[in-house]
């Protein structure tokens, strides 16, 4: 490779040029792995990215030109991670970090344990005084648990999800979703007048962060989870190699999460407990709550270590704070409904809804907590093996028992077209035939 020039006259232009030298535009969309050589000064340094998938851009094209776009955003991305190690004299910390990361994920069996062994592999190099791991619903970016118990105080989480879901912030997570790169640092994202958050004026700045760095988990099926990492006032600032590394960890552990969705799927149980009712009032606190609740909430993955003490007690999940705080924005509808996980009663729906006018208990906001039904479970399985809208109703109707005749009549297709989308379907699971669809993953998460 030819010497770069000086880290502060490398421009973008550069990345481009010397990424394009590196990795053909032929490979790009091929390669499931590369490794990208960097080297200032006569040290050579290595950096390995996974390089797909990679999501299409918001608003893109279908057919060719949704690949073209895909193709561009991948090649943008990656050069930008290059011009970044390239700044700072060729970043090896950034492979490393991403590896043990990975081995890390890989080796969790749930959730909970994931993200406990991904911070746990990262703070090292990203060297985070507080960390949450975050789930969410692939389609709406709805908080659905997560991690917190190296997180924000449990006082503090219903003012932060308030901001998230009602209020509005920089570098909130539906912003990062629209990215190449789906990494944001909130000094950055504010111009450096940090005043400008009230995430920083409520949250952090009272309790002495200085700044948050997110990362979103999603691979080209969606958005599994986030990273959610904050330093203290007296630590070092963020710098660009540690926006390097939390890039390169979007996608690989976006992939292991999505696994994991499946895997907590298959282990959901048949519950019998009685759908409970709590109402807040405009400060999300519980003013009511029927005893049903308790049998809901006691066993939440991922609750807040101190959620037991007496001052504790009727704080809820954060996902319950973030539904209630979506039904409230300005635009909102009245109605809202989202889904957390509970260990003993597995994927189970949320459904707030807006009260016209407070009555004497003060009440704002009444979230209704149940066991959600099997259509939920399969809109989440069908993202979670990447399905196509239209593969995703050619499976609705086969695990309903129809034939592939009945199928095209149905769905407008040839039963040609059918037996292509199956195909693909088959692929995608793993599975070689419609018994198997029925009988192997789908009999385990659905029916």
């Not at 043990?100 to 090292?124: C, D, G, M, N, W």
């Not at 985070?128 to 791991?133: E, H, K, P, R, S």
Request: aromatic content about 6%; hydrophobic content about 40%; glycine content about 8%.
């Amino acid at each position: 490779m030819n010497e770069v020039r000086s880290p502060s006259l490398y421009t973008d232009l550069d990345a481009e040029s010397d990424f394009n030298r590196h990795v053909p535009a032929g490979q790009i969309s091929t390669l499931s792995e590369i490794t990208l050589r960097s080297g200032e000064n006569g040290r050579k340094d290595w950096a390995r990215f996974n390089l797909t998938p990679f999501p299409v851009p918001p608003g893109a094209a279908t057919g060719a030109m949704a690949a073209t776009c895909a193709n561009s955003a991948r090649r943008r991305h990656w050069a930008l991670v290059w011009r970044v190690m390239k700044r700072n004299g060729g970043d090896s910390g950034a492979g490393r970090v991403t590896d043990a990361a990975l081995r890390a994920a890989r080796s969790a069996r749930t959730v909970e344990e994931f993200f406990e062994k991904v911070k746990r592999a990262t703070r090292p190099a990203l060297r985070f005084d507080i960390c949450a791991g975050v789930t969410v619903d692939p389609q709406t970016l709805m908080n659905t648990g997560g991690d917190y118990r190296d997180a924000l105080p449990p006082s503090m989480m219903p003012r932060m999800l308030d901001i998230e879901y009602r209020e509005g912030d920089a570098n909130d997570l539906s912003q990062l979703a629209t990215r190449a790169t789906p990494v944001g640092l909130l000094s950055r994202e504010t111009g450096g007048c940090l005043e400008r958050s009230p995430r920083y004026r409520d949250i952090m700045r009272p309790l002495g962060f200085r700044d948050e760095l997110r990362v979103l988990l999603r691979d080209r099926h969606g958005a599994w989870g986030a990273l959610i990492m904050g330093r203290a006032q007296d630590a070092p600032a963020f710098a660009p190699s540690d926006l390097a590394v939390a890039a390169s960890l979007a996608q690989p552990l976006g992939s292991v999460l999505r696994q994991l969705h499946l895997t907590r799927l298959a282990e959901t149980g048949a519950s019998a407990t009685a759908p409970g009712l709590v109402l807040l009032d405009g400060e999300y606190r519980v003013v009511h709550r029927t005893p049903t609740v308790d049998m809901w909430f006691e066993d939440l993955a991922g609750e807040p270590a101190d959620a037991a003490t007496p001052s504790a007690g009727d704080r809820l999940p954060p996902a319950v704070y973030a539904v209630a705080a979506a039904v409230r924005t300005p635009d909102a509808p009245g109605t809202h409904t989202s889904w957390m996980h509970s260990r003993a009663h597995g994927r189970v729906r949320l459904h707030a809804w807006r009260l016209g006018r407070s009555d004497t208990t003060g009440a704002h906001t009444a979230v209704v907590v149940e066991k959600a039904d099997s259509g939920e479970h399969f809109g989440l399985i069908a993202a979670a093996y990447g399905l196509t809208p239209r593969e995703r109703d050619v499976t609705g109707l086969v695990l309903r028992g129809h034939s592939t005749a009945d199928i095209a009549r149905r769905a407008g297709l040839s039963p040609h077209t059918v037996q292509d989308h199956l195909k693909s379907v088959f692929d995608k699971t793993g599975l070689h035939s419609r018994r198997e669809l029925v009988a192997g993953v789908f009999a385990r998460h659905y029916l």
